[in-house]
């Protein structure tokens, strides 16, 4: 069936260092990419998205780029900062009927001052 | 704020014991889901519903039942409360697609003795 792979965390980093957050999907047809963020005793936020092969979402510095050719979605940010600090969720979904969001198992980002 | 509204926002159960957890969304939105986060296994669907009077079971949906008698309200209903239904429980809604994004609750923790 249709899954999300996440790269496990914690990922531990110093402020103003590069991020990259890995996630590969596995889908029978063409879904649409999401990247949620959950702060710390919050819901998730909608981040960013891409609907289509060679998209970029794009949000508060943070981007993902839709690679279909190797099924990715990797989340990136090029200085990040202390209040950056919360657990990323990767996500798929089929738009339709049954539009049902299919999550990653969560990345938790730890930025240091 | 319009948003998606859950309470309790803590709720401690004996085992055995049955409850209702809520949910309000005011965005007049037909796609409301339940999801239960466990640590290590991210956020999974417990059922969902594409508008009022219809509702299907997700990928974890044993022990829970739901209506959807309004478009407004998704209330979660536990049957005999069991300690593997201690977790936190998020309610998301969305418009049409859902590929504008979800909307999600805050979230209620649950635990189950």
């Known amino acids: 069936g249709d899954s999300v792979t996440q790269m496990e965390g914690p990922v531990t980093l110093s402020e103003e260092a590069f991020l990259t957050i890995n996630c590969t999907y596995t889908a029978t047809g063409y879904p649409s990419l999401f990247w949620y963020v959950q702060y710390p005793g919050e819901g998730l936020q909608l981040l960013l998205k891409?609907?289509?092969?060679?998209d970029k979402g794009s949000n508060k510095g943070f981007e993902a780029t839709y690679r279909k050719e190797t099924t990715s979605f990797h989340l990136e940010k090029g200085s990040v900062q202390v209040s950056d600090s919360a657990v990323y969720f990767c996500a798929l979904i089929y738009g339709g009927a049954t539009n049902k969001l299919i999550f990653g198992t969560g990345t938790l980002l730890a930025v240091q001052p | 704020n319009a948003g998606v509204t859950q309470t309790p926002k803590f709720q401690v159960l004996k085992t055995g014991q049955s409850m209702t957890l809520q949910c309000a969304q005011d965005?007049?939105?037909?796609?409301m889901s339940w999801y239960r986060q466990d640590p290590g296994m991210g956020l999974r669907l417990i059922h969902y519903s594409v508008g009022a009077g219809i509702t299907d079971q997700g990928e974890v949906p044993n022990g829970y039942n739901v209506s959807r008698s309004t478009t407004e309200d998704f209330p979660l209903r536990l049957l005999s409360a069991a300690p593997s239904q201690t977790s936190v429980y998020f309610c998301a809604s969305s418009y049409g697609t859902g590929l504008a994004g979800y909307t999600f609750g805050s979230g209620t923790r649950l635990t189950v003795v």
């Open positions: 891409a609907t289509k092969a060679d």
């Open positions: 965005m007049n939105h037909e796609y």
